[in-house]
């Protein structure tokens, strides 16, 4: 079974770069047709989508985030890494990583405060 863990910081200052790191366990992230996607949610808020990285490598990121939103992998490590700069109190959230095929596999989630 496929298990996602999220590690980081839980505290960002305004203006810093949140980085946050996806541990797989049970699977591979170059599995073929398994994408990695970071997806966050504000509280109170739905769910946004945030970019994801594929089996391949390729990464394709929101409109919206794509200026300050960095996704990178270490397969070596099975990794995968979120990084968002230029952060705001906008960008407090539970960020979870979501992987598979269709999002299969969720992360529990770490919630992120953005605060001085």
């Known amino acids: 079974q496929v298990q996602l863990q999220e590690s980081g910081p839980g505290l960002v200052k305004p203006s810093q770069t949140l980085s946050l790191t996806c541990t797989v366990s049970?699977?591979?992230?170059?599995?073929?047709?398994?994408?990695w996607n970071w997806i966050r949610q504000p509280t109170g808020k739905g769910l946004e989508w945030m970019g994801n990285?594929?089996?391949?490598?390729?990464?394709y990121y929101s409109p919206s985030l794509k200026s300050r939103t960095s996704i990178s992998r270490d397969t070596s490590k099975n990794q995968i890494t979120l990084e968002l700069s230029s952060v705001t109190r906008e960008d407090t959230a539970v960020y979870y990583c979501?992987?598979?095929?269709?999002?299969?596999?969720w992360g529990q989630g770490t919630q992120v405060t953005v605060s001085s």
């Open positions: 049970g699977g591979s992230i170059t599995t073929n047709g398994y994408y």
């Open positions: 979501v992987g598979g095929r269709a999002r299969d596999y």
């Open positions: 990285i594929a089996y391949s490598g390729s990464t």
